[in-house]
C-alpha cells in the first residue's frame, strides 16, 4: 500500500526519529520517481529538499529562487534590462511596457549597456549578499539580442564567478544559441510556452520576424511552437535546466494548457509555471483592449492542480519586472537606479558573500526543521477539511510582516494529508498609508485573500482585525515571528477540533481576485 508523506512521518515520530531523521525518511519516500522510460523524473518539487534530487540537480537549483520554492523565502535574484528588442507580437503584451512574459506590465525599466549591467550586478552582489541569481528577461527578448545577452553573461562569469546565469526567452530563436548558452554556463532558461497548437497559438500570436520574414497566423504559430520544442530538446540533451512559463488565457488556452504541460515534460523540462494573464484596457495590449480576462485565484489553481499530477508546478512566481531586484516580491530596483551605481563605492567580496549565505542557511535548516515537527502537530488527527490561509511575511520562513505593510500575502492551503503547503501569493494594496488605515486599500486586500479562512500577520490594528473578521477571515497575530508551517499547522489543528466539538461551523470559501501590477506608461520601446 502507498503510504501518504504524511503517514510516512507519523511512522518516524511513533519510532522516536528526529527532526532531521523525519526528514530524511520523507525525502527517501518522496524519492525521484523513475519515468516510465526509465529515466529520471525531471523534478521532485520545487519544495523539494537536497535528498530529494539528484546532487548535481540540486547543486543547480538550492539557491535558486525561482527554481525551488523553498529557496525563495532566502535567496534574491536581479534582472538586468539589456535586451530591448523582440521577433514575435504576443497579444497581450505592449512594446511600451516590460516583457510580459516575464515582467508584469507597467514598470519603468532603464535600458543598460552590458557594462553597465555588469556594474550594476557588482554593486547589489555587494549589497545583497543572498542575491545568488542574475537573469536577463527583456524588457523584450534576451534572444533577440544576442550579443548584448551573452557580452553581460561574459563579463559576469569574469567578475562575480558564484553568481548564477538565467534567462528567459520566447524560444523562437533558442535553437540558434544553445550551444553558446552552453558556453556561458548559463545553467538555467526559462521558455514561454503557451501552445503546441497553431490553432491555439494564432489566437495569441498575431506575428513572428523569422530569418528576415514575417509571418502571421497559423504559419508563424507553427513555426513558434516548432522552434520552442527544438530548443527545450537541445537544453534537456546538454543538461541545462529548463523552466516553462504559460501564460493562462481563459478561452484561449486554459484547457490546452494540459497538454503544454505534457509536450513540455516529456521533452524533459524541470518546471512548469503557469502564471495569470495579467489584462487592462489601460495596458493597450490587444487582450486588454478586446476585454479578455484573466483567470480567478481558484481558476489557476485548479489547472495548477491538475497538471500537478504529470510535473511539478512552480506556484511562486511574482511575474517580475526585466529590472527586478531582490527577493521575490520585494522591490529594491529603486535603490539600484544607473545614476545610484554609478556613484556607488563597490567591493564585491566573495568570502564576506560566502559567510552570509552560510548563515542563511542556518536559517533555512531551522525552517526545515520546524516543518517536520509541524508534521508531528498533526499526528494522529484526520479530516477531509482543506482551509486555505493568508501570510503577511518578509522572508526568512516566518510571520514578520505588519498586516498594514503587506503588499502581497503568500497563501498556504492546510490539510491533514500534506499539512501547510505553499500555493502561491496575491498582490495588495497596502493598508497603512503614512501612519493611518487606507479604507480602499482594505477592501481591495479582502478581495484578494477571501477564499482564506485566516490571516497570519505580526501585528494589525483594530480596525482592521473587526472588518476581516466581518469578512470571515480570521486575523492571527499571535504566531508573530514564528515559523509559517509549524503557526499555520497549529492553527489549523485547533480550528479541526473547534469544527469536531462544535464550537466552530466549518464553510467552504468562494474565490478570490487575482490583482495584476500598477500601470505606469512610457517605458522601454522595443525595436523590431
Ligand atoms: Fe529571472 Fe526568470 Fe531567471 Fe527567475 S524570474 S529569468 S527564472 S531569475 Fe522567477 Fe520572476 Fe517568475 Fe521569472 S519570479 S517572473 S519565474
Ligand atoms: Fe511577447 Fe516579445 Fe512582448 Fe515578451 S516582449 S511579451 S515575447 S511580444
Known amino acids: 500500500m502507498e503510504l501518504t508523506e504524511r503517514e510516512v512521518a507519523e511512522a518516524a515520530v511513533a519510532a522516536g526519529k528526529n527532526a532531521d531523521e523525519i526528514m530524511k525518511m520523507m525525502a527517501e519516500h518522496k524519492g525521484c520517481e523513475t519515468d516510465s522510460d526509465g529515466g529520471k523524473k525531471a523534478s521532485c518539487g520545487t519544495a523539494a529538499a537536497e535528498n530529494d534530487l539528484p546532487p548535481e540537480i540540486w547543486e543547480k537549483v538550492k539557491n535558486h529562487p525561482c527554481y525551488s520554492e523553498e529557496a525563495h523565502h532566502h535567496y534574491a535574484r536581479m ?39 555588469a556594474k550594476k550586478v557588482l554593486a547589489v552582489a555587494s549589497t545583497i549578499p543572498q542575491m545568488t541569481v542574475l537573469g536577463i528577461a527583456g524588457p523584450g527578448d ?52 503557451n501552445m503546441v497548437d497553431p490553432e491555439v497559438g494564432a489566437k495569441i500570436y498575431p506575428w513572428i520576424f523569422y530569418k528576415h520574414k514575417r509571418y502571421t497566423g497559423l504559419d508563424g504559430a507553427k513555426i513558434l511552437t516548432e522552434r520552442q520544442m527544438q530548443g527545450l530538446e537541445m537544453l534537456t540533451e546538454r543538461g541545462i535546466l529548463s523552466k516553462i512559463n504559460s501564460v493562462m488565457i481563459p478561452g484561449i488556452n486554459d484547457k490546452h494548457l494540459v497538454e503544454v504541460n505534457k509536450a513540455v515534460k516529456s ?62 516580491g520585494e ?8 545614476e545610484k ?74 490539510s491533514t494529508a500534506k499539512g501547510a503547503h505553499f500555493i502561491g501569493h496575491r498582490r495588495v494594496d497596502l493598508y497603512c498609508q503614512g501612519g493611518y488605515g487606507e ?11 477571501k477564499d482564506c479562512h485566516a490571516v497570519f500577520v505580526a ?61 505606469a506608461v512610457d517605458v522601454v520601446e522595443a525595436a523590431e
Not at 349 to 360: F, G, I, N, P
Not at 439 to 449: G, N
Open 79 to 117: 534582472h538586468v534590462a539589456v535586451a530591448p528588442a523582440c521577433n514575435i507580437q504576443c497579444n497581450y503584451c505592449n512594446r511600451k511596457y516590460d516583457c510580459a512574459n516575464e515582467s508584469r506590465p507597467g514598470v519603468v525599466s532603464e535600458r543598460l549597456t552590458p557594462e553597465q549591467a
Open 142 to 193: 534576451p534572444l533577440a539580442n544576442p550579443e548584448k545577452t551573452f557580452k553581460t553573461f561574459e563579463l559576469i562569469a569574469k567578475t562575480a564567478p558564484d553568481i548564477k546565469l538565467c534567462l528567459s526567452t520566447n524560444g523562437l530563436t533558442l535553437p540558434d544559441h544553445v550551444d553558446t548558452i552552453a558556453k556561458y554556463n548559463v545553467d538555467h532558461v526559462t521558455i514561454t510556452v
Open 267 to 328: 521533452r524533459g523540462a524541470f518546471l512548469h509555471n503557469i502564471m495569470p494573464l495579467i489584462s487592462a484596457a489601460e495596458h493597450g495590449t490587444v487582450f486588454g483592449l478586446t476585454g479578455q480576462r484573466g483567470p480567478t485565484a481558484q481558476e489557476l489553481k485548479k489547472l495548477q492542480d491538475s497538471c500537478e499530477g504529470e510535473m511539478n508546478m512552480m506556484r511562486h512566481c511574482r511575474q517580475c519586472r526585466a529590472d527586478a531586484v531582490g527577493l521575490l
Open 331 to 338: 522591490d529594491r530596483s529603486a535603490e539600484f537606479t544607473t
Open 341 to 414: 551605481i554609478m556613484e556607488m563605492d563597490v567591493n564585491y567580496d566573495l568570502a564576506t558573500r560566502q559567510a552570509y549565505q552560510a548563515k542563511v542557511e542556518e536559517e533555512r535548516n531551522a525552517v526545515a526543521g520546524a516543518k517536520a515537527s509541524e508534521l508531528q502537530i498533526l499526528a494522529g488527527v484526520e479530516s477531509e477539511i482543506k482551509i486555505l490561509a493568508a501570510v503577511a511575511t518578509k522572508g526568512s520562513g516566518r510571520i514578520n510582516e505588519h498586516f498594514g505593510h503587506a503588499s502581497e500575502f503568500q497563501i498556504y492551503e492546510l
Open 439 to 449: 479604507e480602499d486599500a482594505l477592501e481591495t486586500v479582502i478581495r484578494a485573500i
Open 459 to 519: 501585528k494589525i490594528g483594530g480596525c482592521p482585525k473587526n472588518t476581516l473578521k466581518e469578512a470571515g477571515i480570521e486575523p492571527i497575530d499571535e504566531f508573530a515571528h514564528e515559523f509559517i508551517e509549524k503557526s499555520a499547522i497549529t492553527y489549523f489543528k485547533r480550528y479541526l477540533e473547534g469544527v469536531k466539538d462544535g464550537s466552530i461551523i466549518h464553510v467552504e470559501k468562494g474565490d478570490a481576485e487575482i490583482r495584476p501590477g500598477e500601470v
